[in-house]
């Protein structure tokens, strides 16, 4: 067996067993289970439980092959601990599977997510790589945001595959570089042998709501999936219904959300909330219906589109139930969520019941809570409510940080008629340096959420 052959103590062991028949024997059911090593590592519960077990074969004298390493490696990759990378580094060393191109790579992966500078000496020292190789190194740079590292590697390559051509449109695309990314992909479709996957669009619609033509360009790209007959998944599907809805095509998401394989959290989350951000309140509360009829557990992330659809279409007793219901799927709030309590309590007047979710909140109030309290404060004229919070407001928010906030509380004075105490804040936020902008987007919008 190859497996046997790749380790020298193994080699050793074996002629000590020819030697001895009843180690022989006893042996021969070592070796019939030696497999399961390998599959228990694979099938571990944790990566915790996988290093047991790696350390379990260590202690026993087990040689190892390449498919226990292997799954040792994968399992860890997640972890991003480096010391503990640079251990399994070293026992590799001392196994002798350094050279081997697979278990090189597979190591390569997992220092790539704990540092980069160790993944590149790995990546110098390897005698053998391969397009996987090369392609890991990519998308490690595109993590540390080495642009040009990146794609002076994917121009050096021998040879790219598609997964090449994603992970360099993705570097560009997770670093803000849009045309680069976009033109990249234009190169791509010219080349006959090569043509983009499901991975390679998710990369680029990904990066299309930041950019002025997401419609012209996003529909192009949806065309070019119908065009090939690709069955929309939960993970393009889900990208397709966030650029639809980022741009306002709010029918054009809902029938792709209609006709999505295997809908997840994410996918129901993701029309949630593009439904929510347009004002599209009652049809929220619809959706999150039909997802919880449908068996999907909803996360933090779908009660906060729930709630920010009930603040902006005034449903307060609906989002006041969809509060509660948080705690009773195992959740805890987020400041998200108090922040949509809030902003739904001060738009609807209701001063007082805003004041309360602050004050028994779990969490510290941050600027975007404050300043929707004192927005709403002010749309309501309610300056003596106002006042009531200043001083806390100011403990928490320093005039350097966000002066928005407090050109916000200079402008209540004014409007209670309260000059000097106007001044006065007005001087502290000359004397920080503060700038002189109106702040944050809540203050100039009067809503947080």
């Given at each position: 067996m190859s497996l046997l052959n790749r380790s020298k103590s193994m080699k050793l062991f074996l002629s000590h067993l020819i030697l001895n028949p009843i180690i022989y024997q006893q042996s021969i059911r070592l070796v019939r289970s030696f497999n399961s090593w390998s599959l228990a590592i694979r099938n571990a519960s944790s990566p915790h439980k996988a290093l047991?077990?790696?350390?379990?074969?260590?202690?026993?004298?087990?040689?190892?092959?390449?498919?226990?390493?292997?799954?040792?490696?994968?399992?860890?990759?997640?972890?991003?601990?480096?010391?503990?990378?640079?251990?399994?580094?070293?026992?590799l060393l001392?196994?002798?599977?350094?050279?081997?191109?697979?278990?090189?790579?597979?190591?390569?992966?997992?220092?790539?997510g704990a540092s980069s500078d160790d993944a590149h000496a790995l990546f110098d020292e390897m005698p053998e790589r391969n397009t996987v190789t090369w392609n890991t190194m990519v998308s490690g740079y595109s993590k540390s945001g080495n642009v040009e590292k990146a794609r002076n590697l994917f121009d050096g390559m021998p040879v790219r595959d598609v997964a090449s051509w994603s992970a360099m449109i993705a570097c560009y695309m997770s670093n803000g570089l849009w045309e680069n990314g976009l033109v990249l992909f234009r190169e791509m479709l010219l080349l006959e042998d090569l043509k983009p996957d499901r991975v390679t669009l998710c990369s680029i619609l990904a990066g299309f709501s930041h950019m002025g033509s997401i419609g012209l360009l996003g529909k192009s790209v949806h065309a070019y999936t119908l065009k090939n007959g690709w069955e929309l998944n939960a993970e393009l599907g889900t990208v397709l219904v966030v650029m639809y809805v980022k741009c306002g095509y709010l029918k054009n998401a809902s029938h792709v959300f209609s006709l999505m394989e295997g809908r997840n959290v994410v996918s129901w989350t993701a029309l949630i909330c593009g439904s929510a951000q347009h004002g599209y309140g009652k049809e929220v509360l619809s959706i999150f219906d039909m997802m919880k009829q449908a068996g999907v557990r909803p996360n933090e992330l779908t009660f906060t589109g729930v709630l920010t659809a009930c603040a902006r279409a005034g449903l307060v007793e609906e989002g006041?139930?969809?509060?509660?219901?948080?705690?009773?799927?195992?959740?805890?709030?987020?400041?998200?969520?108090?922040?949509?309590?809030?902003?739904?309590?001060?738009?609807?007047?209701?001063l007082g019941e805003a004041y309360e979710v602050i004050r028994t909140m779990r969490l510290k109030p941050n600027v975007v809570v404050w300043g929707s309290f004192l927005c709403s404060c002010k749309l309501h004229k309610q300056f003596?409510?106002?006042?009531?919070?200043?001083?806390q407001v100011m403990e928490t928010v320093k005039p350097e940080n966000d002066g928005g906030v407090y050109t916000l509380i200079s402008d209540l004075y004014v409007l209670s008629g309260k000059w000097d105490d106007a001044e006065r804040v007005r001087k502290l936020m000359v004397n920080q340096n503060v700038k002189k902008t109106r702040g944050s987007s809540f203050i100039r919008s009067g809503a947080g959420f």
């Open positions: 047991h077990l790696y350390s379990q074969m260590h202690r026993l004298s087990l040689p190892f092959d390449t498919f226990s390493i292997l799954f040792t490696l994968k399992s860890c990759t997640h972890l991003q601990n480096l010391p503990l990378i640079r251990h399994l580094h070293s026992h001392k196994l002798g599977f350094d050279t081997h191109v697979y278990v090189a790579t597979s190591l390569l992966q997992a220092y790539v006041h139930g969809y509060f509660r219901m948080i705690e009773g799927y195992g959740l805890k709030p987020t400041i998200q969520h108090y922040g949509c309590m809030v902003d739904m309590f001060g738009k609807a007047g209701l003596e409510m106002a006042e009531r919070v200043f001083d």
